[in-house]
């Protein structure tokens, strides 16, 4: 650290110059994040010192807590599911674990994931000692559930569902994952934190939330799909009593318990999520997905007609082709199968698409 402090201009340019190096979202195809709407940067700058670790001084901000979980819930339809807002798909995924493994204390426990599941997975089991055994997937590169059965065994204490891939943008057959979990009496835990905040706004909504009364949680994420400042997610239980055996004692807080994973966290975040749904409410949210699934479609159509084909029809708004080549100025990702992955997200906008197929098109020639 300095000596002395330096002065507040200097400062300034030297963080200025440092921002300038990030990349932004301009040209951008590979992020599940985007510029947070013009409200939720405007509900964040309000609450930035907000701190929901220690509810009792803030229980304003606390109440948006609830507000954000009574909305996500309902939207899950489970108007009165638990919750808390965590810091994201990855926090959500380990605490429901956590509550999946303290419901069924065995010798060896392990769960049961697609291998589509997102590497936060891998975190969790590292973290809470569970075997991960992993479904190999269909054709569609969804979880192929004729093979779950064989891999379930007494020791499982959560099998895994994915509604919104973050490979392939794809739901996995959540009905038949949950007729297993009812089956086997098993906790289903369905991440959904890219598609959580884009199927229940589709023409056609895939079943994948608490409507199915095999799934026992699930993982959303405002700070993807939901247009909110980082950090926002939220993790939902169909019982809100699960979250107890997660209880620590917290002695010098305003409250006497906590079930997080985090201590201090952000209210700034939740208020921002949470004026994003009520600024546009259903038909908002309705119109975002409408235009982020109308360019995903256009930016398939463009790249198969330059000779790219799709890997996969997606069933959320990210877009996979068989294509090694990236045009200069252009960020996309690849798979782990080396498909080109794309996320056609809100700052992905047509004129986006049009000037990437002009340029794919150009490294064509
Ligand atoms: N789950 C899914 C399906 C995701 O796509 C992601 C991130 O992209 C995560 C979990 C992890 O979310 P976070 O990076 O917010 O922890």
Redesign the pocket.
Known sequence: MRETGCPEEDLFSFLLARRQEDLGYRNILSS?CTPPHPVAARAHAMFLETNLGDPGLFPGTAALEDLLVRRLGALMHHPDAGGYAT???????IQALRIAKKQKPVKSPNIVVPAS??F?FTKACDILSLEMRTVPLDDAFRMDTEAVDCLVDDDTVALVG?A???EYGMVDPIARLSEIALDRDIFLHV?????GMVVPFLDRPIPFDFRLPGVSSI?I?P??MGMSTI?A?CLLTRNPDWFACLNVDTPYLTVKRECTLAGTRPGASVAAAVAVLEYLGMDGMRAVVAGCMENTRRLIEGMEALGFPRAVSPDVNVATFSCDRTPPGWRVSRTRSGHMRTVCMPHVTRDVIERFLVDMGDIDA
């Open positions: 599940m810091s994201g798909g990855t926090e959500s995924n599941s997102h936060s994915v919104g891939t973050t991440d959904a934190a890219f598609g993982s994420d700070h993807k950090p997610g």
